[in-house]
């Protein structure tokens, strides 16, 4: 027997390894080396079994073994089906919920009967984005969503820039042939303000305020908020501070008051922001105002930064108690800038109401391209006022002037007294900001958009050498002061052009813009004026364009041109 267990021990290892393999023992593969010669003998087959059983021979010894299957091998089991795989549905997106307040256009007025107009500058430009963000869709903007002054606006104007912050404006006047009504004039106001060198600019103390609720759970709402705040936190000096207030359901401080020199502590708590839940807005803003005010800068700039898509709906979502809220803060010398994102349920109403409010500028941001621009490239702008409350009052010369309509700033208007008095709230104007603002005049003895009345006092003959059209006049207070200050300048022959062509070229393009507006809310006084000649416009005065806005502008028009009036749902 010991001699024969060499076999056995060998048989058994064999037969394991099959086993693991998963190899039945016949069909072991062929050795490859040389083996000793075998000689297989099949014997009769036994009636109960399914093998025949032959004599192998090696090396002289004989064993019985198992030879081929006397039938083919039953086939393997069937593999379970495997179920088809069909993409996961779309996230939840709303549409059609975008909110805005639904203002009624700027109508003419009649000089000898409202011969000032008075009204905030608006350097917000959250209207041009949205519009283009609708347009890169191929949808029409809503009308209400077109505030003309916020398209004009969003281009920077190479006009002069003021030589000191004593006096932090430079004034530009022009006057000109209107495009699309024969015997109408243009009157372009432009101001630049005195542009902040970095080192000389105030520490800022800022608290990000960040929507995380589940409306902000898509790719561009949270996810594009923490790419644009951690691009605007590589803006700031190491001598600025970043906390963060993040609302869903609730409140909480993410982060508290951190020196920007430890920006890696201030991205690592914006990466680890998620989304979900519901939107405790109110709470949210009293939180990062209580954190600012812990952190006040009495030097400095206090800003709370709201990043949001505005769909407050838990705790205070009434607008007039938001902005009675932010309007005491804006007191105490905390102010409230809004960032917009997403669309489908953006509250564009609430979000104006919040930073005209709270003395702060409302942007949308579409794209990375877009925060670029408005944290990065303008991030002076953005954070560092150089004026407050400024407005502005025209007086036009009835002598000259037979109507005038502002184009845009119907949410700026101011009343006649409002100008003098420094109690009343106006706009800011960042660091080297440019704002400029469009009256459309008829002249005495030109086309009139409102008839005489039968029984009213008979119109004056027009004066030919009437030598003003009008006188601007400019309020503003220095960052740190509440009595106010005048700049004024006439608008007189010395700066008409008498062809549309002959207009200074930055003067022509925001003339295409705001037409370009006119018509994308209906076009109540362009008369035939179309894209096309928008178009003409633009390409005609797009000038230097380092940053492309002009060229993207260009691209907006042609899109327009073709795309639908509502989004199919």
């Known amino acids: 027997m010991p001699r024969f267990l060499p076999f056995v021990v060998t048989g058994a290892m064999s037969l394991a390894l099959l086993a693991c393999a998963g190899q039945a023992p016949h069909e072991m593969a062929a050795p490859t080396v040389n083996a000793p010669a075998e000689e297989i003998v099949v014997s009769s087959q036994r009636a109960d079994s399914a093998y025949a059983y032959g004599a192998r021979k090696t090396n002289g010894l004989t064993r019985m073994e198992p030879a081929a299957p006397a039938y083919a091998a039953p086939p393997p089991p069937p593999m379970l089906a495997v179920p088809e795989r069909r993409p996961w549905p779309p996230a939840y997106h709303d549409v059609g919920r975008d909110t805005f307040a639904n203002k009624e256009e700027n109508r003419f007025q009649i000089v000898r009967e409202q011969p000032v107009s008075t009204f905030s500058i608006d350097v917000d430009t959250a209207s041009y984005s949205f519009v283009r963000a609708s347009l890169n869709q191929n949808v029409l903007p809503q009308p ?149 005010a812990a952190n006040m800068d009495p030097a400095g700039v206090n800003r709370v930064m709201l ?52 003395n702060g500028a409302a942007a949308y941001i579409d794209t990375i391209g877009e925060a670029r621009k408005t944290l990065v490239e303008e991030a002076n702008s953005t954070l560092f006022p150089i004026a407050r409350d400024v407005k502005i009052q025209v007086e036009f010369n009835p002598a000259a002037v037979a109507e005038y309509r502002l184009v845009g700033y119907e949410t700026r208007m101011l009343n006649r007294e409002d100008f003098d008095n ?126 492309g806005y002009r060229g993207e502008f260009i691209q907006l028009v042609r899109a327009a041109k073709t795309a639908a009036a509502m989004q199919p749902l």
């Open 144 to 292: 209400a969503a077109v505030r003309p002054e916020e398209m004009i606006n969003y281009f920077p104007y190479n006009y002069a820039a003021p030589r000191s912050i004593v006096q932090p404006f430079t004034t530009h006047v022009a006057v000109f042939p209107s495009p699309w009504t024969a015997g109408r004039k243009i009157i372009r106001i432009g101001i630049r303000g005195y542009a902040v060198q970095r080192a000389a600019r105030p520490r800022a103390n800022l608290v990000f305020l960040i929507d995380t609720s589940g409306s902000m759970n898509e790719p561009n709402k949270l996810p594009l908020v923490k790419q644009s705040l951690s691009m605007l936190v590589d803006q700031l000096d190491p001598k600025d501070h970043v906390a963060i207030v993040t609302y869903a359901g609730s409140a909480g401080t993410a982060l508290e008051p951190t020196p920007a020199r430890e920006k890696h502590r201030i991205l690592e708590a914006i990466n680890r922001l998620g989304a979900g839940g519901s939107t405790a807005g109110a709470e949210g803003i009293r939180q990062a105002y209580a954190l600012a």
């Open 307 to 358: 990043a949001t898509d505005g769909d407050f709906n838990v705790g205070i979502t009434n607008a007039d108690e938001l902005k009675g809220f932010v309007e005491r803060e804006r007191g105490k010398g905390i102010f409230l800038s809004v960032l917009g994102f997403g669309m489908g349920n953006y509250n564009d109403a609430l979000m104006q109401a919040l930073a005209q409010n709270g």
């Open 422 to 547: 420094d109690r009343v709230d106006a706009g800011d104007v960042g660091s080297g900001q440019t704002v400029t603002a469009l009256y459309e005049i008829v002249p005495v003895g030109g086309p009139r958009a409102i008839p005489d009345l039968r029984y009213g006092p008979a119109a004056k003959a027009p004066v030919i050498d009437a030598g003003e059209y009008g006188f601007v006049k400019i309020r503003y207070k220095a960052p740190k002061s509440d009595r106010s200050q005048l700049i004024a300048t006439p608008i007189n022959r010395a700066v008409e052009f008498a062809r549309f062509e002959n207009a200074p070229q930055d003067a022509r393009f925001a003339t295409g813009v705001a037409a370009f507006a006119e018509l994308l809310r209906g076009g109540r006084y362009g008369g035939t004026f179309g894209y096309d000649d928008v178009l003409r416009i633009a390409l005609a005065a797009r000038g230097v364009d380092p940053f």
